[in-house]
């Protein structure tokens, strides 16, 4: 049987950067594919070229045999194949079905009625319990992933490119996805699946390619490998996965909140607080006030009710430069809009939001030297994987990106450091690097505040734990008197009876 696809030698160079190094990479018809690899080592654009929207210098693609030479993502669907992208591209106005139909223009001879009928055969067989005329504005992200995955399907898609689907699914949502991705396979679909989770990767692929530095380093079989071979052909060396905190004692308090009312249709207010040398983890699905959290705490939101301090001083009203005045690092959640200029290169991201300072700069004049020199050693330090600091930020891949953030908020030497989903869409290695590092602040007596939708980073770093559900923390104690499984709950709005 020939190969769904199989891409020869593919070679696709950057400025600077080899995207794809000669990469031979195949799927076999009706399997689960799993495409790993460390931030920035060219899945993304290795799928980007498979669906033509990168021309390749050099390399061959094959079709279930056939050779193509795809040139726009039209022709790619043309060709049967389809991508789920990790940020959704519907129209939340319209409803389901509309947004099914829309730019299928050679279909307007069919009526609405009849594409209704037949998309909702296909979602009865993939068993998708989705209402297509439901707006989708209406809908939860999971079920947003089920259109976006309908809307291929209902082109005909034969293969399906799925680029980090799980990251904004809550575990329930894992789950189901798992359950379609099967059921695709069950008929017949090929699946191509991109992840930075190892264990997601053994519960659903049935290959695995890895990718590293542009190259391709290996293509297992789930049986004959396991996470930790994994985590070793990706990032090339043993990766810790077991985190050493040592005991200490917390310091004075230094963020303290009160009555703080996050969601305003709730009336339910919040306590919390972070003493020096300690990590606070802030546990719940996304959407239930952590961003309000985040928000007000760095003054980007109006506080209505309630009262936060750092340090002892009140700073419920002050701006955002007051407070970062006072020594917050800040890693916000949305790092596209809310840390970053896409369009600035590394160098002058850096200085974003430090531009009054020294040694950056004297007498009102930016000394580019410094900034320069500085901007070097976070790339050195971290990581950052880029030819230099004047490379544009867009060109970075996420998880450097990231480092980019990490660097210049910690090289601030912070006392106090909000840290907003700060791991996500990171690889294994840039989340090792910022969990050592989060730990080594604390361990020089920071305070830390970890909001995250991941429960295992909180579970792994905190030292208390609050859950938060519905703008209200339905817990907050030390992690040691909490269950895995109660902190689960708690998530999900379930009151705990028998607290341990
Ligand atoms: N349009 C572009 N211009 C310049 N460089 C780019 C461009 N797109 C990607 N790169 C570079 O190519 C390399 C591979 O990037 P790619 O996005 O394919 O990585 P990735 O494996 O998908 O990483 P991640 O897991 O972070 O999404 C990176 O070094 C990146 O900086
Ligand atoms: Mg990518």
Redesign the pocket.
């Known amino acids: 049987m020939p190969l769904a696809i199989e891409m020869k030698k593919i070679t696709k160079k ?2 600077g ?1 080899m ?2 190094d000669k990469v031979n990479f195949n799927v076999e018809k009706g399997e689960i594919h799993s495409l790993l ?10 799928m ?1 070229v498979l669906f033509g929207l990168y021309k390749p210098e050099d390399g061959e693609i094959f079709l279930e045999g056939e050779k193509v030479n795809i040139k726009s993502p039209k022709q790619a669907l043309e060709k049967g194949l389809g991508m789920v992208h990790q940020h959704f591209m519907l129209v939340n106005r319209m409803t389901v079905l509309e947004n099914i139909i829309l730019g299928m223009s050679n279909e307007l001879a069919l009526n609405k009625k009849e594409h209704k009928r037949s998309i909702n055969e296909l979602a009865e067989k993939y068993d998708f319990a989705i209402n297509i005329d439901e707006k989708i504005e209406n809908l939860s992200v999971g079920m947003k992933q089920r259109v976006e995955i309908l809307k291929t399907l209902y082109r005909g898609a034969e293969i399906i490119i799925f ?2 689907p799980t990251a904004v699914l809550t575990p329930g949502e894992v789950e189901e996805l798992y359950n379609i991705l099967n059921m695709l396979r069950e008929q017949g679909k090929t699946v191509i699946f ?1 992840t ?1 989770k190892l264990n997601e990767t053994m519960e659903i692929a049935d290959r695995i390619t890895v ?1 590293r530095n ?1 190259k391709k380093v290996s293509t297992e079989k789930k049986e004959n490998t396991n996470t930790n071979k994994l985590a070793q052909l990706m990032v090339g060396r043993e990766v810790d996965f077991e985190v050493d905190i040592k005991e200490k004692d917390p310091g004075n308090e230094i963020l303290k909140i009160k009555n703080l009312e996050l969601l305003s249709d709730r009336s339910e207010t919040i306590d919390l607080s972070v003493h020096q040398g300690e990590i606070v983890g802030v546990a719940g699905v996304e959407g239930n006030g952590q961003l309000e959290l985040e928000e007000m705490i760095m003054g980007l939101k109006k506080v209505e009710t309630g009262h936060i301090s750092l340090s002892n001083k009140e700073i419920t009203n002050t701006s955002t430069k007051e407070r970062k005045k006072m020594r917050i690092a800040y890693i916000p959640s949305d790092r596209h809009n809310r840390a970053v200029f896409k369009n600035f290169t590394i160098k002058e991201n850096i200085l974003l939001g430090y531009h009054y300072k020294s040694p950056f700069c004297k007498n009102h004049i930016i000394q580019e030297e410094k900034l320069r020199e500085h901007s070097e050693k976070i790339i050195s330090d971290y990581n950052v ?2 030819p230099n600091s004047g490379q ?1 930020l ?7 990106q990231q480092k980019v953030v990490l660097g210049r908020e910690v090289s601030q030497k912070p006392e106090f450091v909000l840290a907003a989903q700060p791991t996500r ?3 294994i290695g840039a989340i090792e690097y910022i969990h050592n590092l989060l730990l080594d602040l604390r361990e020089d007596n920071k305070g830390i505040l970890l909001i995250s939708a991941d429960l295992n980073e909180v579970i792994k770093l905190s030292d208390r734990i609050a859950v938060l559900y519905e703008g209200k923390i339905m817990a907050f104690k030390d992690k040691k008197n909490f269950t895995r499984n109660e902190i689960g709950m708690l998530m999900a709005g379930e009151m705990v009876e028998n607290e341990v």
């Open positions: 950057f400025p950067v995207a794809n690899g460390e931030n920035g080592a060219g899945k993304t654009t290795l980007n680029d980090e991109i930075h990718l542009g994987k880029t544009l867009k060109n970075l891949s996420g998880g450097n869409g990171l690889d």
